[in-house]
């Protein structure tokens, strides 16, 4: 989950910041099933060790 957290972030990497991190967010809330994002959310409450900056931040906003 976290590889693909991160794929997701290095797409959007090239954006400027505040547009990355909602693409991300996006993505995550239209492309993976609640349990997944239930699964990302609670690692990022554990440190979130391993996550792309733009991924951690987008799973803060899924919160």
Known sequence: M???ANQ???FFASY?????VAGVTDHLQ???E???RKQIIDYVAHGGGGL???ALQAV???Q
């Not at 400027?16 to 990355?20: I, N, R």
């Open 8 to 10: 997701i972030a290095l």
């Open 30 to 32: 239209q492309f993976w």
């Open 2 to 4: 976290v590889h693909m």
């Open 16 to 20: 400027p910041k505040d547009e990355a």
């Open 34 to 36: 609640p349990r997944m």
């Open 52 to 54: 792309h900056e733009l």
């Open 60 to 62: 803060k906003h899924l």
